[in-house]
């Protein structure tokens, strides 16, 4: 009986073995695949942007061209580097660096301030106004650009910087990330520093907003990407290049009877440039945060 | 000291003064970084010439054009001079955006103008003028001189010399055989279907086989658009297109001159051949679009220059566009971008177009075949039906359902807009 088992569970084993090894291999093959697909958009992308013949460019996609380049040269980026001028990419990075920065940094202070008070403050009607600020959210940017766009132009704001920043540094599902961050931390905290004669903005400043990191990261990241891939507003405010941001000034490359591929590619790894930064520098938190904003937003 | 500030601040004052004394236009228009700095450079150079004037250019890429241009509108911020897509004119001037330009542009500009660029710019109501172009453009057959040579096809030289729809239909069948061929012929459906590119492009073959997107006269779609040469059109492209003779639309609009030249034919605007000849050489051959029926026809119709109803100084802003089409600088940087001259004497100066040259064909076609997008308000409503319905067929949709379909649309929007007051009263 013993004997005849034996060969028996080891083949079990070894079959089980073999089961979970395929496992392993299919799904090594299949992140393979999926790697692949997203990758090599972006290795084309790099390639493409070493190629100085637009033409080429263009006969070679749609083959294994598109991934190969025989004699690299970053002329491309020496023509769109520049920080005035025809061409001034170099120009147009440091613009949208502005902008995000100063959206995010505005965006911090303010949306993080008015989601403490909406869990914290002794504001009357504070389940209304989250509840407006919830509503707020479902409305889709575009419905409310026009009106918007007018406001802007009739306040003499258009083609500065301002009117690419203050407009997005307030928004509802900000706030609402904050409010619900803050109102999870544990009431003592609040009503121990209450006793200790601290003000609500001392509160704030000292205690929470240590306390807030993974929230302030979420809401960066997010800010940032959202402040990033803005096209269409920048579009309608802006009219020369004093503040124009980059994304902006990819488009010019997508002319009306062709298209300067060798250019375009060159800017857009320009632009990807800062983003893929921040994305390894807070690569745990980018993960999180799309996990934290799906399940809280 | 305090005569010297004093003298300081009246010196400022003067020369404020001055700076508020210069009258401002503004300039919207779109194009690539080239034309970005020329137009950059000729404001420069119109400043120069006229030291009281500011000219204050206004950028909006070419694919976002529309949104700028309506939010310019609603908050009353229309520019002084604006370039506009030569189709959609009938639109801006029925809104009430532009205003008649031959009083405000130089006499010898408007007597320089090609028969084409006249059309694109007229408004049919009043038969004025109200945009003017340096450029026109044109589509043209591009042919692969080694695959016509292998099947012994005929290679016409002028318009008269046009194939004609068997002549065409039978190469598309022999090319379909050839070793080396993967597609007879590229209609550029990679464009896609949200771009001006399949009314524009493809409306001359309707055109050319007897009929329309919409009557002229009467301004109703129904019984034009889905008229049985109408029908049969669309049923012969989507033939084209079922036989797989077609370069589909997911590969792309380099397939022409791609590695290996897959596609024989390209049915191509006049940009494409820089695009071509830049690969292919000597190999390529352009040729006039075929004759799909009783009469030849050709597209037509750029970005033109036109001066908006806002403006406060409409003198100088004609002025403006005066100066710019005869600026040198201007000219240089079209001919190098292979522009389409819609000027006679820019013509003469565009050695690719004159004749003998190798699109010289092409700028036949604007004197013989050209014939302008429905110069019509509801010029946004007819291309986006008609682009719907080709998309429909070309995905093996009924050709005479779908056109019926897009016709009914268009003469919805005329009769929702009380048929566009005046346009009503034409028929």
């Not at chain 2, 453009?137 to 030289?157: D, F, M, Q, T, W």
């Not at chain 2, 007897?210 to 049923?235: F, H, M, N, Q």
């Not at chain 2, 807009?417 to 009263?425: A, L, R, T, V």
Request: glycine fraction near 8%.
């Amino acid at each position: 009986m013993s004997d005849l088992a034996i060969p028996t569970v080891q083949a079990k084993v070894k079959s089980e073995r073999s089961s979970i090894g395929s496992l392993h291999m299919v799904q090594t093959a299949s992140i393979l695949v999926i790697a692949l697909v997203i990758v090599s958009p972006l290795f084309m992308l790099l390639i493409a942007s070493l190629k100085d013949d637009r033409f080429q460019i263009l006969a070679d996609m749609g083959s294994f061209r598109a991934f190969w380049v025989s004699s690299p040269t970053l002329s491309n980026f020496a023509e769109i580097g520049n920080l005035s001028g025809e061409l001034a990419f170099g120009r147009y990075l440091v613009n949208s660096l502005i902008i995000l920065a100063s959206t995010v940094g505005a965006g911090l202070i303010v949306n993080s301030m008015a989601g403490f008070v909406l869990a914290w403050g002794s504001l009357r009607g504070r389940a209304l106004i989250l509840s407006l600020v919830i509503a707020l959210y479902v409305i889709p940017q575009e419905s409310i650009i026009m009106p918007l766009v007018i406001m802007v132009s009739r306040a003499g704001m258009t083609d500065t910087f301002a009117v690419q920043i203050v407009p997005w540094i307030a928004s509802p599902l900000y706030i609402f990330l904050f409010y619900q961050f803050f109102a999870q931390l544990p009431k003592e905290l609040f009503e121990a520093a209450e006793i200790d004669g601290a003000s609500v903005f001392r509160i704030y400043r000292s205690i929470f907003l240590p306390l807030s990191l993974p929230a302030l990261a979420t809401v960066s990241i997010l800010m940032g990407i959202e402040s990033w891939n803005q096209y269409l507003w920048p579009i309608l405010v802006t009219q020369t290049d004093y503040a124009r941001p980059i994304a902006v000034a990819i488009a010019t490359f997508f002319g009306q009877d062709s298209i300067y591929w060798d250019r375009a590619m060159a800017a857009s790894v320009l632009m990807m440039i800062p983003i893929l930064a921040l994305y390894l520098a807070f690569q745990r938190w980018f993960v999180s945060s799309f996990v934290g904003s799906a399940v809280k937003g | 000291m305090g005569k010297r500030l004093l003298s300081f601040l009246m010196a400022s004052a003067a020369l404020g003064g001055i700076a508020e004394a210069k009258t401002v236009i503004h300039v919207m228009h779109q194009g690539d970084p080239g034309w970005v700095a020329t137009y950059g450079e000729i404001a420069k150079r119109f400043e120069a010439a006229n030291p009281d004037v500011d000219v204050e250019l206004i950028y909006a890429p070419h694919d976002a054009y529309n949104e700028k241009f309506s939010a310019a509108v609603m908050s009353k911020q229309l520019p002084d001079v604006m370039e506009l897509d030569a189709p959609f004119l009938a639109n801006y001037v029925w809104s009430g955006y532009l205003q008649p330009i031959k009083p405000l542009v130089d006499k010898d500009v408007i007597d320089d103008m090609t028969e084409s660029n006249i059309a694109q710019g007229t408004y049919p109501i009043d038969k004025d003028l109200y945009a003017v172009g340096l450029t026109d453009s044109s589509v043209v057959l591009y042919g692969n001189k080694k695959y016509l040579e292998a099947i012994g096809a005929r290679i016409p030289k002028s318009v008269d010399e046009a194939w004609t729809r068997e002549e065409f239909e039978g190469y598309l069948e022999k090319l379909s055989k050839l070793e080396g061929v993967k597609w007879p012929i590229d209609t550029f459906r990679g464009y896609g279907i949200k771009t001006e590119w399949i009314t524009y492009a493809y409306g001359p073959i309707l055109q050319s086989a007897g009929c329309d997107l919409i009557d002229r006269k009467t301004w109703k779609s129904v019984g034009t658009l889905d008229s049985d040469p109408c029908v049969e059109a669309l049923t012969m492209m989507q033939k084209w297109v079922t036989n797989g003779w077609v370069v589909p639309q997911s590969s792309g609009t380099n397939q022409f001159f791609a590695e290996g030249q897959p596609a024989a034919l390209a049915l191509g605007g006049h940009w494409f051949y820089a695009e071509a000849a830049a690969s292919m050489k000597d190999d390529i051959v352009v040729m006039p679009l075929p004759k799909f029926g009783p009469k030849g026809a050709s597209p037509n119709g750029t970005w033109i220059w036109g001066i908006t109803t806002a403006s406060e100084h409409p003198d100088i802003a004609g002025k403006f566009v005066s100066f710019m089409l005869k600026d040198k600088l201007y000219r240089d940087y079209a001919r190098e971008d292979s522009a389409y001259p819609g000027l006679k004497s820019f013509a003469a100066d565009s050695p690719l177009y004159a004749a003998g040259g190798p699109m010289a064909v092409a700028f036949e076609q604007a004197s013989k075949t050209a014939i302008a997008r429905p110069p019509h308000p509801a010029y946004p409503a007819i291309t986006s039906a008609f682009m719907g319905a080709v998309d429909e067929i070309f995905n093996g949709g009924d050709a005479k359902a779908a056109l019926s379909k897009a016709a009914e649309k268009i003469d919805e929007d005329i009769e929702e807009n009380d048929g566009y007051p005046p346009f009503d009263e034409q028929q």
